[in-house]
């Protein structure tokens, strides 16, 4: 089924043309890879469709309606979360408010009146979401700037699948970390696809791309130039869209 569709999207800085009718789909329960080199409007697309900037021009449909997110939390409110390369984690924080940051559940009562939280709660629903998606994290109670790159994008992406249940855009998920939690990501993701969300994943790593997508959509100078199969597809036919060596690709 088709969660989201972009049509036309256009988006500019000033003489910079970012987006230049740009086209984007995603299918619920696939991953689907979004890539291309530096520059090709990635992001871009990426900050539009999650409602952190407007097109200028085009049409964005969510499951059939068509749809203006006028700011992150109008997307949010549609069940479509944002993992950006920075993670937006608080260090000091530990496992349980990271995931719930934003989403506090209060006591009852009087004592919800006061502003006190539900930290029973909080944590048991904290850890039955890390265990539902196998994520890697050492521990709830220890701030997550103590701990390793590969526990910090666990908890990223596991805090973006607790609170979504249509879309989930994953920007360079893998970046910087080593082979074992590269692996460890990957295979969240998978977890992630697998309940019926659908997963933009965004990278530079070809490899990766085929291993983990599904579908894969090159952009090219703000614009979608290709769409393939992953099992259909190479990395050497990837790079050929991505600089223009091959200008379509197989739908």
Known sequence: MRVLEA????RTYGQVVALDGCDFDVEAGEVTALIGDNGAGKSTLTKVLSGTERAEEGTVRFLGEEVHFNSPAQARARGIE???QDLALCPHLDAVKNLFLGREVKAGGVLGLMGF??????RQRSAEAFQDLGAAVRTLTEPVGNMSGGQRQSI????AAAWANKIIF????????GVVQTENVLDLIKRVRDKGI???FISHSMPEVLS???SIQVMRRGRRVATYRATDSSIEELVGAMTGKFDEGAA
Do not use: C, F, Q, S
Not at 7 to 10: A, F, H, M, Q
Not at 156 to 159: G, I, K, P, Q, T
């Open 7 to 10: 049509r036309g999207i256009v």
């Open 82 to 84: 944002t993992v950006y």
């Open 117 to 122: 939280m539900n930290r029973k709660e909080m």
């Open 156 to 159: 990223a992406v596991a805090r």
């Open 170 to 177: 994953l920007d360079e998920p893998t970046a910087a970390l």
């Open 198 to 200: 659908g997963v933009v």
């Open 212 to 214: 983990v997508a599904d």
